[in-house]
């Protein structure tokens, strides 16, 4: 996955968050976002991902594709736990998708009965992890993740993080994380988002 940054600029009102900003990512590997709160990290991923399209400035993918978890969860209430990953990551899911799919809910601790919850039964850390598993699960090669632990407890944030190792030897990962465990845990590139 190629991604190329060039000559970014935004702003909200008279607020300038990116100024003639440019950067080009290895095709794979991990990347923190660092930076004070309100700086544009958040902006920066929405941008990149596509959903934000309000700026001067190229930026360069060598796919369309994106694999997204943000801070919120962004689950469907009308949706199991399960039907949240396997009806939004694929456009039709095969047994062997489903399976692996599982697989990941049991090596994050969410048993079968789990699985078949709605999010309204689930607590922050579940609904965390659920959407955690969709962007893990849809195999694009650019996988953005937004204080992914952010509400999970030690254990399954250490399980997340060796997925979150494993996925980067395959695809480019870009990451906002404010936990120092997050960061000393990954051999990744560290780009400092600062103020304008």
């Known amino acids: 996955m190629s991604l190329e940054i060039k000559g970014l600029g935004k702003k909200f009102g008279q607020k300038v968050l990116f100024c003639d900003f440019s950067y080009s990512f290895d095709d794979n590997g991990i990347y923190v976002l660092r930076g004070e709160s309100g700086i544009g990290k958040t902006t920066l991923l929405r941008m990149i991902s596509g959903l ?34 396997t009806e939004v990551s694929f456009k039709k899911a095969t047994d062997q998708d489903i399976s692996h799919v599982k697989s990941l ?39 953005i993740l937004d204080e992914p632990t952010k509400e999970v407890d030690p254990e399954n944030a250490a399980i997340m993080r060796r997925i979150i190792k494993e996925e980067s030897k395959k695809r480019l990962v870009l990451m906002v994380t404010h936990k120092t465990e997050d960061i000393s845990d990954f051999e990744a590139t560290i780009l400092e988002i600062s103020a304008r």
């Open 52 to 85: 934000d399209n309000d700026y001067v400035g190229v930026i360069e993918k060598s796919s369309p594709e994106v694999s997204v978890c943000f801070q919120e969860y962004r689950l469907f209430n009308n949706l199991t736990a399960l039907e949240n990953v």
């Open 105 to 143: 809910f049991k090596r994050l601790n969410l048993n079968e009965s789990d699985m078949l919850l709605h999010p309204t039964e689930l607590s922050g850390g579940m609904k965390q992890r659920v959407a955690f598993i969709r962007a893990i699960a849809k195999k694009s090669p650019l996988l």
